[in-house]
């Protein structure tokens, strides 16, 4: 079982962070690759951490874990109260902006999502008060994992097909795509490209996990990243300012965010984004994402899966050649 990173631990009540400690030691219950993805705090309710797309519950009898909750530990108020402010530094009111999204981030690009009241005002969050439940999202780089696909993408020292990834959720899209964002910056050497200019828009700050601006994750040398903006806000912004050879988004989900990309692609640049489902025929039957399938817009659509672990590449489809790929 791998540790967690220091920046989480230190993140957590002192209750929790005990428990932490505790069950960050080899259980051996537990077997293969075990990688702790979430934490799960609900005040009242017990303490899940989430590994493998399975949640295990903290057995207070036997001071390891379960996938039942026998003897659950019990996340208080106050353990939710004091993890929260731990993350704000003991000051609310300077994490303010972040709040009002719903998510903080933390040194090392781990995401805390938060949810309690939310007071509204003309329509928009200005504030979330009474905080019932946090999840902590442990964010890992795998560089290398979209090696087996890189070559679907690039074409050459200098064109990239455009391309949307179809996934689940917690199948690993995100990891994936920081992986190509970093190939597409740097180049690579391999496929004998040179590299582009990306531009990021990372509006839930998973791709890049910025913290104070800083990526903490590598996302390449001549990637610009626009943090927590709507996508059709950032592309324009994007294409006005930075004149990027590629733009990359996570998570496409609305008519108006799909009506961007052609903007983009107008511009001339390239696309790379993802979007939730698990098969083509998924996609084309929401009204709202059918465009997506349009062979002008993109060139391949990569499937995930976790049926092999989180980043199972089941197959690439050439949206121009109506033909299916098997990524070996």
């Given at each position: ?8 631990i ?32 609900r ?7 989430n ?12 001071e ?30 300077s ?9 903080i ?15 509204v ?20 780089e795998?560089k ?55 531009s ?112 199972t ?7 121009e050649?109506k033909?299916?790929?098997f990524?070996?």
């Amino acid at each position: 079982m791998n540790k967690l990173p220091r920046e989480i631990i230190k993140s957590l009540s002192p209750h929790i962070r005990e428990i932490i400690e505790k069950i960050s030691k080899e259980d051996v219950r537990i077997t293969g690759n075990f990688e702790i993805e979430e934490i799960r705090l609900r005040a009242n309710k017990p303490l899940i951490l989430n590994a493998n797309n399975t949640d295990y519950f903290y057995d207070a009898d036997t001071e390891g874990l379960s996938i039942y909750p026998l003897n659950p530990y019990i996340v208080t108020k106050e353990d939710v109260e004091q993890t929260f402010q731990i993350i704000c530094k003991y000051s609310i009111h300077s994490f303010m902006d972040d709040i009002q999204k719903g998510f903080i981030t933390l040194s090392g690009g781990h995401r805390v999502g938060l949810v309690g009241k939310v007071i509204v005002e003309n329509g928009q969050v200005k504030n979330i008060k009474h905080i019932s439940s946090l999840n902590i999202r442990v964010s890992r780089e795998i560089k290398g994992c979209a090696d087996k696909i890189l070559g679907y993408i690039i074409e050459g020292k200098n064109k990239v097909n455009n391309t949307i990834i179809i996934s689940p959720p917690q199948c690993g899209k995100t990891t994936l795509l920081r992986d190509i964002v970093r190939n597409l910056s740097n180049g690579n050497e391999q496929l004998g490209f040179h590299g582009m200019k990306v531009s990021l828009i990372d509006e839930r700050n998973e791709i890049a996990g910025s913290y104070l601006g800083i990526p903490q994750m590598d996302v390449g040398i001549r990637t610009d990243i626009i943090e927590t903006c709507p996508k059709e806000l950032g592309i324009t912004m994007l294409l006005r300012s930075m004149s990027p050879n590629i733009i990359v988004t996570d998570e496409i989900g609305s008519e108006q965010e799909v009506k961007s990309l052609y903007t983009a692609l107008n511009g001339g640049v390239g696309l790379i984004t993802t979007v939730h489902g698990d098969s083509i025929e998924d996609i084309k039957n929401r009204r709202e994402l059918s465009r997506l399938l349009d062979e002008e817009l993109f060139k391949k659509a990569i499937i995930l899966s976790a049926k092999n672990g989180a980043g199972t590449i089941e197959k690439i489809y050439d949206l121009e050649e109506k033909r299916w790929y098997f990524a070996n």
